[in-house]
């Protein structure tokens, strides 16, 4: 059975860093990444990184954000530094698997931007 877990989303001031974390199980997954959803807006994708290291990022995050990955424990990391407003968003955690071919998502982790 495939979980993702994430953990370490919460209330940070304009400016300031905040650090996620998903822990999956069940499958080798090929991509894994993040995506967020905002009120009233569609998911859009933040970073995804491939087993090899490939990193894919939106360009609203380029130089802020960093996605990194742990093969071996299976976990996916978004540091988040220099965080705005406009970062309030639920952020998913997701996974991608080749053998069978299936995407995966977390349950989510809300992010607050605010002072």
């Known amino acids: 059975q495939v979980q993702l877990v994430e953990s370490g989303g919460g209330l940070v001031q304009p400016g300031g860093s905040l650090k996620l974390s998903c822990a999956a199980s069940?499958?080798?997954?090929?991509?894994m990444g993040w995506y967020r959803q905002a009120p009233g807006k569609q998911r859009e994708l933040v970073a995804v990184?491939?087993?090899?290291?490939?990193?894919n990022y939106t360009d609203s995050v380029k130089g802020r954000f960093t996605i990194s990955r742990d093969n071996a424990k299976n976990m996916v990391y978004l540091q988040m530094d220099s965080v705005k407003p406009e970062d309030t968003a639920v952020y998913y955690c997701?996974?991608?698997?080749?053998?069978?071919?299936?995407?995966?998502w977390g349950q989510g982790t809300q992010v607050t931007v605010s002072s």
């Open positions: 069940g499958r080798i997954f090929s991509r």
């Open positions: 990184i491939t087993r090899a290291g490939n990193i």
């Open positions: 997701y996974a991608q698997s080749l053998v069978p071919h299936s995407d995966f």
